[in-house]
């Protein structure tokens, strides 16, 4: 029996011909879309890079919900820009340092985070300040031109003095490298930004925020449709079903993409080759709200 493809990508219609397994590995790898907000993000951040060095840069906090797709897009934009030959020949040029902000607000960790990503050789007990000359002379080096640190809002997590400790590294770290820094965080990072005047100034923040009934909305469940290789048409964009979508992720583009990544996976188990309101029923998925409360001690009824 022919199957009609014409909801699918080029690349979902030529995943239909693997076996059961190897379609199910395929709808689970990660995949990119998109979409208008995210595209505009982008956009910003090549905007940043390009932009001539000035004693007063430039730089860009990224704030949405957890799992809403920041340090996706940050990613992309990463990937995009690797590291390459120097432009003497000598040794690597290395546009963007990407790294994650340690779990407690720690000047000496932050440092130890830009030396490790770097690879570059350096000893624990050696000063903060010490440390702090390397990663600036070795940036310098390899011509950065953008540091981005995800998971900001770590920041909080520690005693007032030590948050500042690590808000003026950031800031000493923009004005030496004369770099854009790119914040990555939740609305408390927002916040934290917010307690200092001058980083307050200097960040301008950007929203991700949550998914809801609307056309781009519909434009993104008509792009995961096309890319997960089912054979049967799902219709994800017909409003009761699209709306059970939106509510069962509570708009969250990461809880979206599980949600219909595990009920892909479940169609081809099953057969039924389609996503419809009855699989995702039967899905037991747990909002992310309600796993949160769970794991801090609630109780059902």
């Given at each position: 029996?022919?199957?009609?493809?014409?909801?699918?990508?080029?690349?979902?219609?030529?995943?239909?011909?693997?076996?059961?397994?190897?379609?199910?590995?395929?709808?689970?790898?990660?995949?990119?879309?998109?979409?208008?907000?995210?595209?505009?993000?982008?956009?910003?951040?090549?905007?940043?890079?390009?932009?001539?060095?000035?004693?007063?840069?430039?730089?860009?906090?990224?704030?949405?919900?957890?799992?809403?797709?920041?340090?996706?897009?940050?990613?992309?934009?990463?990937?995009?820009?690797?590291?390459?030959?120097?432009?003497?020949?000598?040794?690597?040029?290395?546009?963007?340092?990407?790294?994650?902000?340690p779990p407690v607000p720690d000047e000496s960790r932050l440092y130890n985070a830009i030396l490790e990503k770097l690879n570059a050789p350096f000893r624990p007990q050696e000063s903060t300040d010490s440390r702090q000359l390397q990663a600036v002379r070795t940036l310098s080096q390899i011509e950065?031109?953008?540091?981005?640190?995800?998971?900001?809002?770590?920041?909080?997590?520690?005693?007032?003095?030590?948050?500042?400790?690590?808000?003026?590294?950031?800031?000493?770290?923009?004005?030496?490298?004369?770099?854009p820094i790119v914040a990555i965080g939740t609305r408390d990072a927002f916040h934290a930004l917010q307690s200092d005047d001058q980083l307050a100034n200097r960040f301008e923040p950007t929203l991700l925020p949550r998914w809801t009934m609307g056309t781009e909305y519909l434009k993104l469940l008509?792009?995961?449709?096309?890319?997960?290789?089912?054979?049967?048409?799902?219709?994800?964009?017909?409003?009761?079903?699209?709306?059970?979508?939106?509510?069962?992720?509570?708009?969250?583009?990461?809880?979206?993409?599980?949600?219909?990544?595990?009920?892909?996976?479940?169609?081809?188990?099953?057969?039924?080759?389609?996503?419809?309101?009855?699989?995702?029923?039967?899905?037991?998925?747990?909002?992310?709200?309600?796993?949160?409360?769970?794991?801090?001690?609630?109780?059902?009824?």
């Amino acid at each position: 029996m022919s199957v009609r493809t014409t909801h699918l990508s080029s690349s979902a219609v030529a995943a239909l011909s693997l076996d059961d397994a190897e379609r199910i590995e395929r709808i689970r790898s990660p995949r990119w879309i998109g979409y208008t907000r995210a595209t505009q993000i982008l956009d910003q951040l090549e905007s940043l890079l390009t932009h001539p060095k000035t004693h007063r840069m430039p730089n860009l906090l990224i704030v949405g919900d957890t799992n809403n797709g920041k340090s996706m897009i940050a990613g992309r934009f990463h990937a995009a820009h690797p590291e390459r030959d120097g432009s003497n020949g000598d040794g690597v040029t290395l546009p963007i340092l990407a790294i994650q902000a340690p779990p407690v607000p720690d000047e000496s960790r932050l440092y130890n985070a830009i030396l490790e990503k770097l690879n570059a050789p350096f000893r624990p007990q050696e000063s903060t300040d010490s440390r702090q000359l390397q990663a600036v002379r070795t940036l310098s080096q390899i011509e950065t031109r953008m540091v981005i640190i995800d998971e900001i809002h770590h920041i909080l997590a520690g005693w007032p003095h030590r948050q500042r400790q690590v808000l003026n590294t950031i800031k000493y770290l923009g004005n030496e490298l004369k770099v854009p820094i790119v914040a990555i965080g939740t609305r408390d990072a927002f916040h934290a930004l917010q307690s200092d005047d001058q980083l307050a100034n200097r960040f301008e923040p950007t929203l991700l925020p949550r998914w809801t009934m609307g056309t781009e909305y519909l434009k993104l469940l008509a792009s995961f449709e096309r890319m997960l290789p089912l054979k049967g048409i799902s219709a994800l964009v017909e409003r009761s079903l699209a709306l059970k979508i939106l509510s069962m992720s509570e708009g969250v583009i990461g809880e979206i993409s599980a949600l219909l990544v595990r009920a892909a996976v479940r169609a081809v188990e099953r057969g039924t080759e389609r996503i419809d309101a009855k699989l995702l029923d039967g899905l037991n998925w747990t909002a992310p709200s309600e796993r949160r409360w769970r794991s801090v001690g609630g109780q059902g009824d």
